[in-house]
């Protein structure tokens, strides 16, 4: 077996997670997954958080998860760290995290558009275009049921 033909198989198996661990990471960059003052993430985007982050599938999660316990103790240091996670950053600090979080978020659109644009090239080609829909849907189902197990 060619070394492309190899690599095209491998693709085509773990493109699904690929793109799902890069979709769930550009919503992690940006707290979208995790309930905090004036917003409360939609439940699907709360258990899709749970299996990047613990590998199980929480629905209705709503706090954190099982066994883990938030560092601050009472709402108003919570609320106050979440507000000004690092209080002594200067503000150069903050144009860094901000540019960093910019810089990860692309990446993670790249590597969307990169999995996906490997998918569509392998089914141009006809001749093992039913080998790759089958790996296709096996790296597809195989992390759903195990992660439908996990809840």
């Known amino acids: 077996m060619q070394i492309r033909t190899l690599h095209a198989y491998v693709g085509m198996l773990i493109a699904p997670t690929v793109i799902f661990f890069a979709t769930t990471g550009l919503l992690q960059i940006y707290d979208l997954h995790e309930a905090h003052p004036g917003y409360t993430p939609p439940a699907f985007l709360e258990a899709l958080g749970s299996v990047h982050k613990d590998q199980r599938l929480a629905l209705d999660h709503h706090g954190p998860p099982a066994g883990k316990r938030p560092l601050a103790t009472s709402p108003a240091i919570a609320k106050h760290d979440r507000e000004k996670p690092h209080a002594d950053?200067?503000?150069?600090?903050?144009?860094?995290?901000?540019?960093?979080?910019?810089?990860?978020?692309?990446?993670?659109?790249?590597?969307?558009?990169?999995?996906?644009?490997?998918?569509?090239?392998?089914?141009?080609q006809t001749k093992r275009r039913r080998m790759y829909g089958l790996l296709l849907l096996i790296g597809t189902l195989v992390p759903a049921i195990l992660a439908a197990l996990t809840a």
């Open 89 to 124: 950053a200067s503000p150069n600090s903050h144009i860094a995290t901000t540019l960093l979080k910019a810089f990860f978020a692309s990446v993670a659109i790249g590597l969307i558009f990169s999995a996906g644009s490997g998918v569509w090239m392998a089914f141009q």
